[in-house]
């Protein structure tokens, strides 16, 4: 065979042609607006003290455990009913990488402890929710299945130290909140049942009171199914029942700490029966439980159980947006990745105009997630430090956030597999699994439509939360002087004209139809006027004002009106794009200057 000529031994053939992905690039430092946003809202000295976590734990993602979510994902777990004398010890067995993974959070990085006790990581006190999201964060743009028995250990936890009584907290917290293997407990919540999925109160397992044992914990005897249980062999799932002779529906439900093990050891009495083939989240075990006579434990008041298990439901609400914008943000960086280093026609495919509308559709809306996890978690901490009004604020952003981020990260994963191309297709990419993973967000803690009923009925109708966000964003963009005027009459006008649709719509039952639509009006106008602040503020700190230029995007193109057949362009948003999709920080006098 005759050698080839040095040019043509010189030119890019074969795998050359393929355009890289971000394996091997530390998540944390790849991410700028990322690494802004916290210099933003987290305190500098805990930022400095947590910065090299966030370093090492983008290492972590973007290469081990990277590859190990990999190797999980086409390892799903497996249940083996009995063991060898035919006696029903069912029990789950996982892939050594999903082992590996659960080290990773649980016990170097105490995702599970750290909003609740000091030493995690280092810290003097518990886990401001900054902290705590931004792990979430790093962690999911890696491997999303875990993080369901990571945030279910987390909110049962709340839950336990919430509303236990303090001899249950004596035999169970210090467990729960262990990074020593030895001794860790880990927990869950079991929900669903084939009559109560969304409508909770129709659920039909019973609880038979017991009495109180030695250690003074209220025992109680369960009876029934859960249809879906994710995380299906915790060590304790907090779960509500119906006590015998209890009212119907919701207000009839008291909760439960069940133990997967009894205190000599012994197996309690339920049994996993099957666990479920699902789309995604493959590396986590979701199962069918039968509880004959499972001893279990009160939590709190037993006629309150649905009103406290909503508690647990927001807190996974919150979580569920985080872990939306993380993994658009994967999505966002491997789309740019592979549009960028990848050549037709001879030129990056990120050159031609259709594949840069194609990025702004995934930028877009991977930034308005971002900037609602950081001020969602900012108003969590104010909120816990007993800040009233801030505790009122996050009570709307929650499904607020829940509801609009996890239907976006649909979109968003799908076009970034077209972005990749064929190869976007096949399972050793990264990019099926996000496709696959992006859709349980719309169904775990609520589908779309039950978030966007608790935003306008509830959050809207009857709190009146539309007035304080609005009231909360207008006083935080008004106060910049890096922000013209003309822009802030736009944010002003534009909260004004949502807080009216989201009144009418909550005010007349006939216009409940639109209540998906009213619920991601107050997203847009959220994200908009905190994308401003935050585009402003850190222009006016000498960084990058890029965010100023999203503010108008969303205003242009998520809540204006647009006739799909105008061939007319505005002149900016050309110059915008550009701006947005190089690298290079964007100056707050170039960003003033086009919002205009």
């Keep these: 065979m005759p050698d080839m000529s040095p040019a043509l031994a010189k030119a890019p053939h074969g795998a050359h042609h393929i355009a890289p992905d971000i394996h091997g690039q530390n998540f944390h430092t790849l991410d700028r607006q990322f690494r802004e946003l916290m210099s933003l809202y987290m305190d500098p000295g805990l930022l400095a003290q947590m910065t090299p976590h966030f370093d090492r734990l983008g ?10 979510a990999q190797i999980a994902d086409k390892h799903p777990p497996i249940l083996q009913p009995r063991d060898r004398f035919g006696r029903d010890e069912d029990w789950i067995d996982y892939h050594p990488a999903y082992r590996e993974m659960e080290k990773i959070a649980f016990e170097d990085f105490g995702m599970h402890a750290m909003s609740h006790r000091a030493g995690v990581l280092g810290m003097a006190e518990a886990a401001h929710p900054l902290v705590k999201y931004a792990i979430t964060y790093l962690f999911v743009q890696a491997e999303f299945g875990l993080m369901c028995p990571v945030s279910v250990s ?3 936890n709340f839950i336990l130290k919430r ?8 035999l169970l917290l210090d467990r729960l909140l262990s990074q020593d293997p030895a001794t860790m407990l880990k927990g869950t919540q079991f929900m669903t049942e084939k009559a109560g999925g969304s409508d909770v109160g129709a659920i039909e397992t019973e609880a038979e009171r017991i009495g109180v044992g030695p250690d003074d914990v209220e025992r109680w005897k369960l009876y029934g199914q859960k249809w879906f249980c994710s995380h299906a062999d915790a060590d304790v799932a ?4 119906r006590p015998r002779g209890a009212a119907p529906g919701t207000k009839g439900l008291g909760m439960f700490a069940l133990p997967r093990r009894l205190e000599d050891g012994s197996r309690n009495s339920y049994r996993i029966v099957r666990l479920k083939d699902k789309l995604g989240t493959r590396s986590m075990a979701s199962g069918e439980i039968v509880l004959d006579g499972a001893t279990a434990y009160l939590v709190g008041d037993v006629n309150a159980g649905f009103k406290q298990m909503m508690d647990q439901v927001n807190l996974s609400r919150l979580s569920h947006g985080v872990r939306a914008a993380s993994m658009m943000r994967r999505c966002l960086n491997e789309a740019l990745a592979a549009a960028r280093g990848r050549k037709a026609f001879g030129k990056a495919t990120s050159d031609y105009p259709l594949m840069r509308r194609q990025l702004m559709k995934i930028m877009l809306p991977t930034e308005q997630a971002l900037s609602m996890f950081a001020y969602s978690a900012d108003t969590m901490g104010r909120a816990n430090e007993g800040d009233r009004e801030a505790a009122n604020l996050l009570r709307i952003l929650t499904p607020v956030y829940k509801f609009r981020a996890c239907r976006d990260n649909i979109p968003v994963a799908s076009q970034t597999l ?30 779309s439509n039950i978030n966007a009923l608790d935003v306008v009925q509830r959050a809207v109708g009857k709190s009146g939360g539309h007035k304080t966000l609005s009231a909360a964003l207008k006083a935080r963009y008004e106060a910049s002087g890096a922000l013209p005027g003309q822009y802030k009459g736009l944010l002003g006008a534009t909260l004004d004209r949502v807080e009216r649709f989201v009144e009418a719509v909550a005010a007349d039952p006939k216009q409940e139809k639109r209540s998906r639509m ?14 401003a602040w935050e585009g402003a503020t850190l222009g006016a700190q000498g960084g990058d004002a890029r ?12 809540l204006n009106a647009q006739d799909p057949l105008s ?5 900016w948003e050309e110059e915008a794009i550009d701006l947005l999709l190089s690298d290079a920080p964007v100056p707050l006098a170039k960003a003033t200057a086009l919002l205009s």
């Design 59 to 68: 290492a972590l993602a973007s290469g081990r455990l990277d590859e190990l």
């Design 154 to 156: 987390d909110t049962s």
């Design 163 to 170: 509303y236990g009584s303090e001899p249950l907290k004596k």
């Design 238 to 241: 907090v779960m509500l029942a």
């Design 418 to 447: 077209e972005v990749r191309g064929g190869i976007g297709y096949i399972e050793e990419w990264v990019t099926p699994r996000l496709v696959r993973d992006a859709q349980i967000g719309t169904l775990w803690e609520g589908t």
């Design 518 to 531: 009213a619920a991601g009006a107050l997203y847009h106008a959220t994200t908009a006027a905190l994308l």
């Design 547 to 558: 965010r100023l230029l999203l503010s108008r995007l969303v205003i242009e193109q998520r």
């Design 567 to 571: 061939l007319g362009e505005p002149g």
